[in-house]
């Protein structure tokens, strides 16, 4: 796998002046376009796109001091459409515009080039399962939610603040299956998985019982599922336990991710400090383990 990661940012590095299709890099790591997304933005730390961006700029900004072309070629070139949106997007990378760049010869930031190198990590082990389970609904509240990778999501505290004990008693009342209890769900999420970027959040139960008139439902296909289990500090042990499988875990095992929900159960403890998290991701076999 990291040879074929490696071989994706070698394409990207050719076709900077052209169109880059994630497809064709997931076809490059022999995984789906979808896995291929999740599993970069993971191990890099930024969005697929993202990365592109400022790796063409790098370049770019590189030319421009250079003076060999005028600044429309070179925005033509790495694919703007005109000089005013190759400005704007010179200036929120480079903190400057590419005109003021070329006559103070201002300094430019840079994107470095990303490669992926094997590192002695694993010592610790992951609790995980498989499971396969049948088309189930989830029934709960609904609201659309920014994303956001570290610390507390303002957003998403307010709205589950705002639901009320009787109906969160009402929802635990109609779980009849795993994951049981209160879960969070997490669906509709930008392809970029960028901060702040917004997603459709569930916060309900998973069952078969019919919903009350004033719940969402989610239906949820068949399919297969990979659940992981952590224990340690409140929001931390959330957000890192989705980091862990991805950089750790799908690396190290014969599955991919697949469309669908993310489920999570969380307890927490009185003092809500710490947590108990059991994460549902739906995933496949890769292709060459089937």
Same mark, same amino acid.
């Given at each position: ?25 997931? +076809?490059?790591?022999? /995984? =789906?376009?979808?896995? %291929?997304? &999740?599993? $970069?933005? #993971?191990?890099? @730390?930024?969005?697929?796109? !993202? ?25 033509? +070139?790495?694919?703007? /459409? =005109?000089?005013?949106? %190759?400005? &704007?997007? $010179?200036? #929120?990378?480079? @903190?400057?515009?590419?005109? !003021? ?25 992951? +609790? ?7 088309? %189930? ?12 990778? !570290? ?140």
């Amino acid at each position: 796998m990291l040879e074929r990661l490696n071989q994706a940012m070698e394409h990207i590095e050719r076709h900077l002046d052209q169109r880059i299709e994630a497809a064709d890099l997931a +076809r490059i790591t022999a /995984t =789906s376009e979808y896995h %291929f997304r &999740r599993l $970069f933005s #993971a191990l890099a @730390g930024i969005p697929l796109s !993202e990365y592109v961006r400022r790796r063409r700029l790098t370049v770019a900004g590189a030319e421009v001091l250079a003076g060999d072309r005028t600044l429309l070629e070179i925005a033509v +070139r790495y694919g703007y /459409t =005109s000089g005013e949106a %190759f400005a &704007r997007a $010179f200036r #929120a990378v480079h @903190g400057v515009g590419p005109g !003021e760049a070329r006559r103070s010869g201002a300094s430019l930031r840079s994107q470095q080039r990303l490669s992926f190198r094997l590192t002695v990590e694993g010592n610790s082990s992951m +609790r995980y399962r498989i499971v396969e389970k049948d088309e %189930f609904r989830v029934v709960g509240r609904k609201a659309r939610v920014p994303l956001v990778h !570290e610390g507390m999501n303002p957003a998403l505290v307010d709205f589950i603040r705002g639901i009320g004990q009787e109906t969160l008693q009402r929802m635990r009342n109609l779980s009849d299956q795993e994951p049981r209890g209160i879960v969070g769900v997490s669906v509709n999420l930008d392809p970029s998985r960028a901060e702040g970027t917004e997603l459709d959040y569930h916060h309900g139960v998973v069952t078969r019982a019919a919903a009350p008139e004033d719940m969402d439902v989610l239906t949820v296909p068949a399919g297969t599922w990979a659940v992981f289990e952590s224990s340690g500090p409140f929001p931390q042990t959330l957000q890192y336990l989705w980091r862990d499988v991805f950089t750790q875990w799908f690396p190290s095992n014969p599955y991919r991710s697949r469309p669908g929900p993310e489920i999570l159960r969380t307890l927490l403890s009185p003092d809500a400090a710490q947590a108990d998290a059991e994460l549902w991701i739906p995933v496949e076999l890769e292709r060459t383990a089937v």
